[in-house]
């Protein structure tokens, strides 16, 4: 089969890559229907995350099953299935309690890697959700943005204890900001505040359910969120970027006995612990266990309650992927949807 690998920095190239194959009783293979490009794609892309060895890449994926080990029951071949990052058991204590993204026996969703014609997805009965049937086209998008970006977005939201009556503020405007955004209207959120200056994002952001937008961004943007909430702060933030700045506006635009939902993988932050404890803000969030939200996502996406493939405003051949990468890394597209 043909997939993506990360050779370095802005080294992605499309080759020529083994077949996956059943390697444990409990794996499916898939024949992949869409692929994307994660915004965590650009840590080692951008040389953030150092690049060891060339890496297979892609952890978003939608598709039909082809094949399935000896000891899968639930998942058959011929259904087509969303799974999230992070493959899980679905039945350890740990799973069980809803974080099935620390599994015990947790592993990578797609170690083949999901930017490919075909993936390996081990425990396939605990991670993958099959659809009610053969999705028609305009489904896909929606349903690839569930296996990340909507269920990380909506992790972000209930982390961030989103409900009725609250005042949210969304840290970030990529997909998975975005995408809290919509989580949030979903959630009852009274008033949801998106911080974005691209116009185009803004207008998705709108188109979400955000009621306002503050461009400001940094202590700038944390006094905005303040001065439009009576001097108090958001009830709830969700931050979706994962720097020490966007942390640090998240924590401080929240008031106390507020929730910051953290989302975006954390790059050398440092939170001031003084600052912390006098802030009484609950601070709480990680790689969002997609496993836990996917059978509710995939309801509200088939009945087309939500549309978050909306997202995804770039299209292109798998054998593009490199564009992919360049587009986004260049703040050109939101997310780049890849077709095998
Ligand atoms: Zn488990």
Not at 179 to 199: F, K, N, P, Q, T
Not at 262 to 285: A, N
Not at 296 to 308: A, D, F, Q, T
């Amino acid at each position: 089969m043909q997939g993506t690998m990360l050779y370095g920095p802005r080294d992605v190239r499309f080759e020529e890559r083994p077949d996956p194959e059943i390697i444990e009783p409990t794996d499916a293979i898939l024949k992949l229907s869409a692929a994307c490009v994660c915004g965590s794609d650009l840590w080692p892309y951008c040389g953030v995350d150092p690049v060891k060895q060339p890496i297979p890449m892609g952890h978003e994926y939608v598709g039909i099953v082809e094949e399935v080990g000896g000891a899968v029951r639930n998942i058959k071949p011929g259904q087509f299935v969303v799974g999230s990052f992070f493959a899980s058991d679905n039945t350890c204590e740990i799973c069980r309690s809803g974080y099935q993204s620390s599994c015990i026996h947790r592993q990578p969703g797609a170690p083949t890697g999901a930017q490919a014609q075909y993936a390996r997805i081990p425990l396939a009965d605990g991670t993958l959700v099959a659809t009610p049937g053969l999705p028609p086209a305009d489904l896909i998008p929606s349903l690839l943005s569930a296996s990340d970006v909507l269920g990380t977005g909506w992790f972000g939201a209930v982390a961030a204890a989103v409900g009725p009556g609250k005042t949210v503020a969304v840290v970030g405007d990529g997909a998975v900001g975005l995408l809290a955004v919509l989580a949030a209207r979903e959630l009852g959120a009274e008033r949801i505040i998106a911080m974005s200056r691209h116009e185009d994002r803004q207008k998705l952001a709108l188109e979400f359910g955000a009621t306002d937008i503050v461009t400001e961004r940094g202590d700038e943007g944390a006094a905005k969120i303040k001065e439009l909430t009576d001097g108090l702060g958001a009830h709830s933030v969700i931050e979706a970027v994962g720097t020490h700045e966007a942390m640090m506006q998240s924590i401080r635009s929240t008031r106390p006995g507020g929730h910051v939902g953290f989302v975006g993988v954390l790059h050398d932050v440092e939170i001031p612990g003084e600052e912390f404890f006098f802030s009484h803000v609950h601070l709480y969030g990680g790689p969002a266990p997609v496993r836990r939200f996917l059978p509710e996502l995939v309801n509200l996406i088939w009945s087309r309650k939500i549309n978050p493939g909306k997202v995804f405003d770039l299209t292109l051949p798998l054998e593009q992927v490199a564009e992919g990468y360049r587009a986004m890394d260049e703040r050109r597209a939101i997310k780049a949807l890849l077709r095998p």
